[in-house]
């Protein structure tokens, strides 16, 4: 089992390098010139443009540029900025081109929303999810479960931008059903009433794809022998179904939730830019238009690590669940 895990985190951690080392040359290496970021148009000549270059370290070998960003993640690294030497802790992802700011601020402070987010609409997706899709597999055959699957894959079908800005216009904005996105400073109960509509709407079209996963985990669960074996014995029902299938179904669903709220955490860029949420997607975004370049790498590794130690989890507890992937 030691082995196994070993064998997971040295895979998790080479990916991770992977991803470091790909986007800093993808950023770094492109034709782009950073440092035009922090000139402003009116007094870029080229001896400021130059400064700036120097300052930012940007005129040193792109190896020597490599080597000390990777080592600030770990023992941090000083900038120079107008003169000034400013100190950036570990696990150091650079200074903004744009804001000037530390990436570890401008990210990490917003961060918290974007956990926020994804575990609530996970809560809704989850109970929508799971609900209708056993109730779907229990009436196998019938309209019900046509019409659920149908409904279902109708809503997967259409485009989730549409159906955010549906929501965001008309029972946000025009009818004021739900509230507008509050920051924490506004109160706690007005920030996750902000984080409603967002999380509602999230929530509700991942559920689509849960209430397929459970109806076929269900199905095939309840066709097992052990589930006939159950029900001969005179076991009521609603046993059978929630003692047995229903914790037999939900091994390859947990397994599915974990990868999707990873997804989730790194995927809400859409969702925080239309509702306001002030989240690492929305900022990225922002930092994307700009060209701030640190932004962008912080906002890429950041993702990287959290897609990679929610992999590593599943991982580690499906060994758990079934032993055979120990082997595998």
Known sequence: MLTYILRRLALALSVILATLVSTFLIFFAGPSDPALAMCPESHCNADRLAAITASLGLDKPLTQQFFDYFKGLFVGREFVYAGDTVQCNAPCL?????????????????????????????????????????????????????????????????????????????????????????????????????????????????????????????????????????????????????????????SPIATILGLDIAALLTGTLITEQIFGVDGIGRRGLAALRADDLPVIMGTVLIGAVVVVIMNLVVDIAYSFIDPRVRLS
């Open 94 to 250: 650079g200074f903004s081109f744009v804001t000037r700011r530390s990436v570890n601020d401008e990210l990490f402070s917003r961060f918290p929303n974007t956990v926020v987010l994804a575990l609530m609409a996970a809560v809704v997706f989850v109970i929508i999810g799971v609900t209708v899709g056993i109730f779907a597999a229990v009436r196998r055959g019938s309209s019900t479960d046509r019409s659920v699957v149908g409904a279902s894959q109708v809503l997967g079908a259409i485009p989730y931008y549409v159906l955010a800005l549906l929501v965001a216009l008309y029972p946000v904005i025009l009818w004021n059903v739900l509230p507008q996105y509050s920051a924490m400073s506004a109160g706690v109960g007005p920030y996750f009433m902000g984080m409603l509509a967002p999380a509602l709407i999230l929530g509700f079209v991942t559920s689509a794809s849960y209430v397929r996963y459970t109806r076929n985990s269900m199905i095939e669960t309840l066709s097992m022998d052990y589930i006939r074996t159950a029900r001969s014995k005179g076991i009521s029902e609603r046993t059978v179904l929630f003692k047995h299938g229903f914790r037999a179904a939900m």
